[in-house]
């Protein structure tokens, strides 16, 4: 009988059902369900939707049931560092507020009142991002003091999702690492952290690490799903499960996983907390098997996703390559990580006067507008390269792309062209393959890591740009 393992996989503008299973030794994957996500403004706040977002869950296990494919097990993975707070009633306290919000504004300033910020990150490791958890807390803490106080459970968002279908709490370990406030000596909270900031330390639980079976569903899940089946924690961060599936076993390359963020880094066994690492922003997130993500964090294609959706989707994203590859000359360059950029209220303005401001030619074209922003991300990675050899001291070869934006041909020959390096694309559903490998390793299908990366390459077509 096939055994099917299902990876819910929800970034921040969809969500995706996707059945794995090993066929002739190789990984098959099946999309059954597909959802929109997006924030919403809430009094006064950009909020998830989570209610609507737990039903598409749901909807999309009944769709398992429909098709007659039940999955042994299921893991969910979701975007990092937001979370809820829920009360003695398991009721959520607030409303849930997205990263891109601006309430964080300011709050970088609170902390460091409490923790100097070269203190924060040799106890932490992680980048500097002003919407990290950190940053949020003190906001709640700032804006809504009381909530904080009631707070039983925090619970990132993947973790609320799992309470959800098993009753069980757990916090998992890659997203718990976003949240600056977990020590990478000890891989679990640093509550003298917690309890200086005036955060309530009680409402934090075990940190447990991917591969860990959360329960089963509830008896009320089981009724409206129509079956059973254990709930497995995979990285629950969409870019650990990404990385995870790299297909590649050696120490002779780089990662960028490229979505609505590119993530661009190395795996290592120990952190790096040295002042020379922070003052290049790179941050050691947690990783499978307690690996670090030796990463930055990239703008990525949200940039080109936000033109496109103000052009009312009137292109492709293979067609915006196409445009932009003939413009070719075209050399105004953006910043990408300009705050700029993170949440403006339209994309295609705030590029002309980032060019007009830094005295480069205004892109006027739909093609100029993606060379732009391709160009510019280009030489980010390129930029980035560099930054890692310098702080390791060791050349890499190669660089493998994973993520929707291995499916970026010209953005790839770009990135091959800047960085000097080799380039290989794939596989674009990375984040739902590392979900599923981790089910997989825990089911025993593959016997160690370096088995389910080589299950990967033998799986799925990989381009190679140079």
């Known amino acids: 009988m096939q055994k099917y393992y299902l990876a819910v ?47 598409e869950i749901v909807n999309g296990l009944k769709k398992c049931r429909e ?30 507020v997205g990263y891109r919000d601006k309430r964080t504004n300011g709050m970088d300033k609170k902390v460091y009142e409490v923790i100097n910020e070269d203190e924060l990150y040799s106890r932490t490791g992680i980048q500097k991002q002003i919407f990290n958890t950190i940053y949020q807390l003190m906001a709640v803490k700032t804006e809504h003091p009381e909530d904080l106080k009631l707070a039983e459970s925090f619970l990132m968002i993947p973790d609320y999702f799992n309470y959800l279908l098993t009753g069980n709490k757990r916090n998992e370990y890659t997203n718990a690492t976003t949240t600056q406030l977990v020590s990478p000596v000890t891989k679990d909270w640093d509550m003298d952290l917690i309890e200086t900031l005036g955060y309530n330390k009680t409402m934090f639980h075990t940190i447990s690490m991917p591969g860990t079976l959360i329960g089963n569903f509830t008896e009320q899940m089981k009724e409206a799903v129509g079956f059973d089946c254990e709930v497995i924690l995979p990285a629950t961060h969409d870019t650990g499960s990404a990385v995870l599936a790299v297909p590649a ?13 590119s993530l661009m880094g190395i795996e290592r066994k120990e952190a790096d907390s040295s002042m020379v690492s922070k ?35 009137a292109y492709s994203f293979a067609r915006l390559c196409e ?57 980010s990675y390129a930029e980035t390269v560099e930054e890692i050899e310098k702080i390791t001291g060791k050349p890499y070869s190669r660089i493998h792309i994973v993520g929707g934006g291995a499916n970026a041909d010209y953005l790839n020959e770009l990135t091959a062209k800047y960085t000097n390096k080799a380039v290989y694309a794939g596989p674009t559903e990375a984040t739902a393959i590392g979900n599923i490998l981790a089910q997989m390793l ?6 160690s890591l370096e088995d389910a990366r080589n299950g990967v390459f033998q799986s799925f077509s990989i381009k190679e740009f140079k």
């Open 9 to 55: 996989d929800i970034g921040a503008s969809s969500g995706r059902h996707i059945l794995g299973c090993l066929e002739d030794g190789k990984i098959t994957l099946e999309e059954i369900y597909r959802f929109e996500n997006g924030m919403v403004k809430k009094d006064g706040y950009l909020c998830w939707e989570l209610d609507r977002l737990f039903g």
């Open 67 to 96: 098709i007659g494919k039940i999955p042994t097990s299921m893991g969910i993975d979701t975007w990092a560092v937001d979370f809820v707070l829920l009360d003695s009633k398991n009721q959520i306290l607030g409303n849930t």
């Open 249 to 261: 076993n050696d120490e002779d390359y780089l990662y960028i996983s490229s979505g609505t963020w």
């Open 279 to 313: 003052a290049a922003n790179f941050t050691n997130e947690g990783g499978y098997d307690y690996r670090f993500r030796y990463l930055k964090n990239i703008m990525g294609l949200w940039m080109i996703q936000s033109v496109r959706h103000e052009l009312k989707d």
């Open 323 to 379: 445009l932009a590859k003939e413009t070719d000359g075209f050399n105004s360059k953006l910043d990408v990580n300009d705050d700029v950029f993170l949440s403006p209220d339209n994309m295609v303005e705030a590029i002309k006067t980032y060019c007009k401001e830094t005295n480069q030619k205004v892109p006027s074209t739909v093609g100029e507008l993606a060379a732009c922003i391709y160009n510019s991300l280009a030489m």
């Open 442 to 447: 825990k089911a025993k299908e593959f016997v």
